[in-house]
């Protein structure tokens, strides 16, 4: 026999059982054996015969080579060619290992030390429990959530709840719906880190606006170090197999649609994560017609382990595309979505949404407090008025033209014209003048070469989106002859009416001396934000006039995403003032940290647009209120609709919001921006061809009717959704790191010398013996060490640490060695809150699906007091560990409580287990009594 049993064997001997104490100094084949009754006898290990029962807790010795599995539960025995093996569930891991029985000695479980009151062998022993579970309590919590990893950030509680719900749920796709600037891009970050630390990610999709793509990367690698090629722009692959080379890829959403590149991609997988930003551009139409873009989403859904969809606006009013998204995001439930109306509460399993209403800091206070909106309504000046009755004039015989059109084809297109002449009038002079500058050049081209008029292609509308800032500047359609006989004479007379007004520009004035000059004057950063480029043009014109010593920037489609990306560093960095932009920066673009000014100098005809662009600034980092000022020009039917259908919401936002129990202003907001995402008002305006404006006001009324209807059947719906509430319940921080790094300083050889108040920073010295152990510290004996990243960054002698750091993995480690550190049972002194011969218990369950894949340990408290027993608030559980525990010096004794604790344990357990989740594992990780 080569290998010996280890000490603490479980053996029998002629029937009788006993454990192995020690071998003879002089004969390695004898061992003394103790007995049941004490009785103690030396023997030759030839004669001795294994005794392991299902039940039996064990540990496995390790030798200098190999360290240990650990702790566990014996599952079974048996003999293979007369090896006796025994199979055993480890606890630290969770695996199950066949294992030869002379490699495991028992193992006292914590219900047998309860019983006998056994504290051990080292002494603090209730200290010492504290440090075990607070250890197994991060980690936990760091698998779930991803918050103490290597990361650049500082995660709110509702993100740390969106990453632990994805992260442990049996099925890994969801419709994250949190309002615009709550931090999905985090949470997506805090999924991706928590599912490597899994072993469940190592190929990872990001599907988004290609205006974002540089974002996302930016972001990935700054906050979590995660390394991200974009497609066709960092490598442009010939063949599936250079996809399939590849681990993290961030494609733009219209160029994956692409058959060839829809292919490349399908080819090149499978991912384990697959996300797509600003979902709601997947949908169908009302009518059931899928997109592309739908079809692309579809096709991927069926190639990864987990699926991600990520909007702000899922529903928008519009029911049928709502449940479009949702089956896309669970096909497996289509048949539950089909009665969706009737029994919502399925949302629950789809979607998770938080609001800013309800989202708070660690500390439980609210964050955001609402904004301010202004309107300056702007009288325009003669030479304004006498221009803008001329091209109304103009605009209502294209629309008479049109409508009397025989060729159906042709009286859109020209009423296609009319309604976006409409909409850049309602921006700028400057946007207007040179649309129909562009018009009276196309009319002499035509004249000239006698075009004959030809079929007419309307632009698609996913091409709109693209292209509608540079409307004034495009030709559209380009085959469109005269549209009356008069035509060029009329845009002439506007046109050099247009040259007499620009001089008296009551709306540029207005915004230059009423706003600007006082934003710039306090020394405050200002973004403006207008659709075309020609009224962004105009603007930085004006400005950088009136301003030449500040630095003004833009941001437009038709800059490269490097571009893009410089600007928004500039301003940010404070190297520019002034940022004006379009709609290309509505979404995305985070500018939070250094302005919360906004001017909108047009209002778009699609309303939801300004609640796109009020979340550049009302967003997570802000410190101030933010100010929004819309700029609403008296000078035609287009911005009096846009006006009114603005005040009327307003007004019905606060009346629903005074009426709630808390933060009105952030549900005014919340309530504003519902609602306007409800009402077509393009679609109003654009059908309002005579301009009446007793029509139209009547046409608003019912859309805003239809509206608050639709909202009241949206919330019906995503009332059941998956949130947060207001925090996470029982989530650990950087504060009870900082407890475990105190309290391990006694047992691990170092000290602490100084601390910041924040208890963000450390100084401490190590024992000599301990210098050059870990990478992170060099050779130094002396560090001052942070949590907090980005102080390490700004001084290089501070080392930053988290989970990942060597140091911590090690105190980590050491807290939950039984062997050289035990902690699993302690006795403490009272304290307040708790009585004489109370337990607190907490248990390590391992979570698994019905299909037996793993999906989350949790480590459950429970206080016993008397016989009852009830699971402790994790809130409660996670403040009671911030604190010291002092030993008592209670004499021993017998507890037989045991038996009743672990009848109540049974009973917590089965109503947290459900239809698609069951126990693994479960062990009672660490015990307390005070006494």
Known sequence: MKVKPVIGAKVTHDGRRAVVMCYSPTDHETCEIRFANAE???????????????????????SKALKGRGTGMVLSTRDVIGFHQVLVQFFDSGESHWMDWRLLGQANSAETRITYRAIGKYGNAAERMRMRTLAKALSIWDANTGAFGRLDIDPLPHQLDVARKVVTSPQARWLIADDVGLGKTIEVGLILHALTMRNRCRRTLIVCPSSLTKQWKDEMRVKFNRSFEIYNRDFKPEFASEVRARENIIISLDLAKRPEHKEMLLGGGPFDVIVFDEAHRLGVDEGGTRTERFNLAEALNTTCHAF??????????????????????????????????????????????????????????????????????????????????????????????????????????????????????????????????????????????????????????????????????????????????????????????????????????????????????????????????????????????????????????????????????????????????????????????????????????????????????YRYGQKKRVQVINLHNNDGFDNSALALMLDRVTTIAHQLAAVRSQSPDVLASEILGDLVANIDMETILERAANMTPTQTEAEIEVAIQRAQESLKDEEDILAFASSSGTRVSGGFDSRHMAALLMGMAPFAGFRVEKVTKDQQTFDIELDEDQVGRWPEFRRRRNIRMSFDHKLAERNAEVVPIDLESTFMRHLVDLAQDRDAFDGVYGEAAKIKGWEDGDILTTHQVRWQSLSGDILEEDLIPVRMTGVAVKEMPRDVFAELLLSPFRTSGAEGGKDDRVPVLTQEFSKILAKKADGERMPSSVTTFTALRWS
């Open 40 to 62: 103690r006898k030396w023997l030759n290990v030839k004669t001795l015969v294994p005794n392991y029962v299902a039940g039996d807790h064990v540990r496995h010795v390790g």
């Open 308 to 617: 991600l969809m990520l909007t702000a606006t899922p529903h928008q009013g519009k029911t049928r595309r709502f449940r479009a998204l949702l089956e896309l995001t669970r096909p497996d439930l289509v048949g539950e979505l089909a009665h969706l109306e009737a029994d919502p509460s399925i949302v629950r399993e789809v979607i998770i949404r938080n609001r800013k209403s309800m989202v708070t800091d660690a500390q439980g206070k609210l964050i955001f407090k609402g904004h301010d909106t202004l309107r300056y309504t702007i009288t325009p000046s003669p030479e304004m008025a006498a221009m803008d009755a001329e091209l109304q004039a103009y605009l209502r015989e294209g629309y008479r033209t049109g409508s009397q059109m025989e060729n159906r084809s042709l009286g859109a297109a020209i009423g296609f014209v009319m309604a976006t002449y409409r909409k850049l009038a309602s921006s700028s002079l400057a946007a207007i003048e040179i649309a129909l500058h562009r018009r009276l050049a196309r009319l002499a081209q035509m004249e000239s070469e006698k075009a004959a008029r030809m079929r007419v292609v309307m632009p698609l509308e996913e091409d709109l989106e693209e292209d509608a800032e540079n409307l004034a500047e495009i030709d559209m359609p380009r085959h469109l002859g005269a549209f009356f006989s008069d035509e060029a004479e009329r845009v002439q007379k506007i046109l050099n009416l247009i040259t007499k007004a620009k001089p008296h520009d009551t709306k540029m004035q207005t915004f230059l001396t009423t706003i600007a000059d006082h934003v710039i004057q306090r020394g405050e950063n200002l973004l403006i934000f207008t659709e075309y480029r020609a009224t962004q043009d105009y603007l930085i014109s004006r400005l950088q006039d009136r301003f030449p010593e500040i630095g003004c920037d833009r941001i437009n489609g038709g800059l490269s995403l490097d571009e893009k990306v410089a600007a928004v560093k500039r301003f940010n960095d404070g190297k520019t003032r002034v940022l004006v932009s379009t709609e290309a920066g509505g979404e995305g673009l985070n500018l939070q940290e250094t302005c919360h000014v906004m001017v909108n100098y047009d209002l778009p005809w699609n309303p939801s647009r300004l609640v796109q662009r009020i979340g550049r600034l």
